[in-house]
């Protein structure tokens, strides 16, 4: 005994949930132009100002606070400027919703 219907499989219930729904893409509040000069400090900056640099962009972002303490603490613990790149680049891509 099938008690309800259910349209689902016709394709009506995605086409309505895609024409009303809003991106999920998440804003990290970071701005192109903090990433450009991180990368571009990348060579000539010594490792402590590097990371320094790092720590301030992710301070400065409008991340959950829980997320910021994360990466920061990772800053901290990195030994090298492409350690560093790396972490700072993840919370790039946790900022973008892409689940790093």
């Known amino acids: 005994m099938r ?44 490792v402590d100002d590097f990371r320094n640099m790092c720590k301030e962009a992710i301070s400065n972002s409008s991340g959950k606070p829980e997320t910021k303490r994360k990466f920061i603490g990772l800053l901290d613990r990195a030994t090298n400027k492409n350690d560093m790149v790396m972490k700072i680049t993840n919370y790039f891509l946790a900022g973008e919703g892409r689940g790093v």
């Open 3 to 46: 008690i309800g219907v259910c349209c689902w499989n016709t394709g009506l219930a995605s086409q309505i949930t895609q024409t009303n729904s809003s991106p999920r893409v998440k804003k990290d509040g970071i701005g192109d132009e903090v990433i450009k000069e991180l990368y571009a400090q990348f060579e000539s900056a010594g």
